[in-house]
């Protein structure tokens, strides 16, 4: 018997504001919040716990990863290998993975922050890890002039298990 393995519940950010994500995240939300969704100074401090990815959405796939933190949850889960790549667009290693994230991507680049929670099981390199996380996702612009965006990712790992 197959059961569905991913839930994605976007919870809002209205539960930020009511002090009900992790402390963190919730700081970096109120840093990119007042600064307009602008690239500011403010954004350096959270950088490590980052990974940021183009505005290009591609079909049912969330945009390719151009920066993984040292401290960032995508690191933690698909190692340093994987956030090292070089070449190619960086994505993660698990397309159903991919596919069940896009929307949140869609989300947050139609000018609202995501903010939610994940279960599910992760295919890497051949193991399969359960894993739960809360995620913030904002679109911000360089510049109040710009066209261009990117999106920052926060995700903060709440469990994880090797199956």
Known sequence: MTKNRTVFTELGTDAIEKGLADPQL???YESMMSSSGLVSEKLREHMPYLSLCSDKLDGLSPPPIFYVGRRSSQRA???EDWAMQQGEELRTPDPELEHASAQAYCAA????PYYGYARTSVHIGGSVV???FERLIIALRPSPQSERR???YF???QDLQKL
């Open 150 to 152: 990117f999106c920052a």
């Open 130 to 132: 359960d894993i739960a």
């Open 77 to 79: 889960l698909f190692g």
């Open 26 to 28: 919730s700081a970096f």
């Open 109 to 112: 680049l139609e000018e609202r």
């Open 155 to 157: 995700g903060v790992i």
